[in-house]
């Protein structure tokens, strides 16, 4: 049991949160060499050791914006997964949703995860540990969709459909959105639901 006073923890949670959440807004805005520490700090207008209590690096930091923005997501798509709707229904609508985040700031923040994990071993991790929880939802909607196939069917193809949405989010430039997300909708029931 913690010898805190709640109000001292809730001062310290809403701080935390408050970093986590310029640090995010920084990311998206001006990139990851924007993401520094110090300037965090300042905009926060708190003292640097104050921030490095909470966050001691900037990697630090960086992974628990990028939790933070999985657990978002994640308890999103898992509200839908859990909707009583037929499975392409529910299928249709992860895809849609999922392309949608990942074409706005939910795609910064793992694009500069997907860079990160292919240079630092700790990215690397926050990448398989973040992705296998995405894999799960996608795994048990296909299979709702489509049932009767081995697990490692599903397991492929929620892979493949993730490596479809992740390469959709990245492009920008392909006309009305409208259209583009349809089109990659029904790709990605191709993949989900090939027999």
Same mark, same amino acid.
């Given at each position: 049991?913690?010898?805190?006073?709640?109000?001292?923890?809730?001062? %310290?949670?809403?701080?935390?949160?408050? $970093? *986590? &959440?310029?640090?995010?807004?920084?990311? *998206?805005?001006?990139?990851? !060499? &924007?993401?520094?520490?110090?300037?965090?700090?300042?905009?926060? !207008?708190?003292?640097?050791?104050?921030?490095?209590?909470?966050?001691?690096?900037r990697d630090d930091l960086l992974l628990e914006v990028i939790r933070y923005e999985a657990?978002?997501?994640?308890?999103?798509?898992?509200? $839908?997964?859990?909707?009583?709707?037929? %499975?392409?229904? *529910?299928?249709?609508?992860? =895809?849609?949703?999922? /392309?949608?985040?990942?074409?706005?700031?939910? %795609? /910064? /923040?793992?694009?500069?995860?997907?860079?990160?994990?292919?240079?630092?071993?700790?990215?690397?991790?926050?990448?398989?540990? =973040? @992705?296998?929880?995405?894999? !799960? *939802?996608? #795994?048990?909607?296909?299979e709702h969709a489509q049932p009767g196939h081995d697990p490692a069917t599903y397991q492929?193809?929620?892979?493949?459909?993730? &490596?479809?949405?992740?390469? &959709?989010?990245?492009?920008?430039?392909?006309?009305?959105?409208?259209? @583009? /997300? #349809?089109? =990659?909708?029904?790709?990605?029931?191709?993949?989900?639901?090939?027999?």
């Open positions: 049991m913690s010898t805190q006073r709640p109000d001292r923890q809730s001062k %310290g949670s809403a701080t935390r949160q408050r $970093i *986590v &959440a310029e640090a995010r807004r920084t990311l *998206v805005a001006d990139g990851y !060499d &924007a993401l520094v520490l110090r300037t965090i700090s300042e905009r926060l !207008d708190i003292t640097l050791g104050n921030l490095q209590y909470y966050f001691r690096t657990r978002s997501d994640l308890d999103v798509i898992r509200g $839908i997964a859990e909707q009583d709707q037929p %499975g392409i229904d *529910v299928l249709q609508h992860l =895809v849609r949703t999922l /392309v949608s985040k990942w074409r706005s700031d939910s %795609g /910064v /923040v793992f694009t500069t995860l997907m860079f990160l994990s292919l240079h630092r071993q700790t990215f690397a991790s926050a990448y398989r540990e =973040v @992705y296998s929880q995405f894999y !799960d *939802v996608l #795994e048990r909607a296909i492929k193809r929620a892979r493949l459909l993730t &490596a479809l949405i992740d390469g &959709a989010a990245m492009q920008t430039h392909t006309g009305p959105q409208s259209q @583009y /997300v #349809e089109s =990659v909708i029904d790709a990605a029931l191709r993949i989900a639901l090939a027999k």
